[in-house]
């Protein structure tokens, strides 16, 4: 299956698109979602801005974060995430990447997501790792990072005056099976 369009058990994995803008907004914007996020929510032109990123992304490289639905309901989403290319300071990198609606956390959604874009990293990438961040006190997302076998590899100083962010890398997965 191309990656722009997996399915998981319980999930619909797809590339994301300008009609997603204004669920993005919703999610990006939420204040609970970014209760972690020194930079806090998002407002509407900055969440599109995000948004025609990710779609550039996805043009140019053929991968990038998906919108993500339950199978059952492939009209709403329930978050954003996946692997993209990105910077950890200078050192490039692809990044695993995941938000999702607050109903949608503690139900391994996230971990489903991210053992896809594991898989397509490592399976049909051949990516040499994947990388993390998550702000230290972002405890849930560090123990799901930690499940899906990342371990703490580093700090990055991304927000100064503030503690530095955690990076998770993995080289090789103990699971790297989709979902």
């Known amino acids: 299956m191309p990656a722009?369009?997996?399915?998981?058990a319980r999930l619909l994995l797809r590339a994301p698109t300008l009609d997603d803008l204004?669920?993005?907004c919703a999610i990006h914007g939420d204040p609970q979602t970014n209760r972690f996020n020194p930079n806090g929510p998002i407002n509407a032109a900055t969440c599109a801005d995000?948004?025609?990123?990710?779609?550039?992304?996805w043009q140019q490289h053929g991968f990038g974060y998906w919108a993500i639905a339950l199978r059952s309901d492939p009209q709403r989403l329930i978050g954003f995430g996946?692997?993209?290319q990105g910077f950890f300071g200078h050192e490039p990198g692809l990044n695993l990447y995941f938000r999702l609606r607050p109903e949608a956390w503690g139900q391994?959604?996230?971990?489903?997501?991210?053992?896809?874009a594991l898989h397509l990293a490592f399976s049909e990438l051949h990516a040499p790792r994947?990388?993390?961040?998550?702000?230290?006190?972002?405890?849930?997302?560090?123990?799901?990072?930690e499940r899906l076998g990342l371990s703490l590899d580093g700090e990055l100083d991304?927000?100064?005056?503030?503690?530095?962010?955690?990076?998770?890398?993995?080289s090789t997965p103990d699971n790297p099976g989709p979902g």
């Open 4 to 8: 722009s369009c997996q399915e998981t």
């Open 22 to 24: 204004p669920q993005a």
């Open 50 to 57: 995000k948004l025609h990123g990710w779609i550039e992304h």
């Open 82 to 84: 996946g692997i993209m």
């Open 108 to 116: 391994g959604y996230a971990a489903e997501m991210a053992r896809a």
């Open 130 to 145: 994947v990388t993390g961040l998550v702000r230290p006190d972002n405890l849930p997302s560090r123990r799901a990072l």
């Open 158 to 170: 991304d927000f100064p005056g503030q503690a530095p962010s955690l990076l998770y890398r993995i």
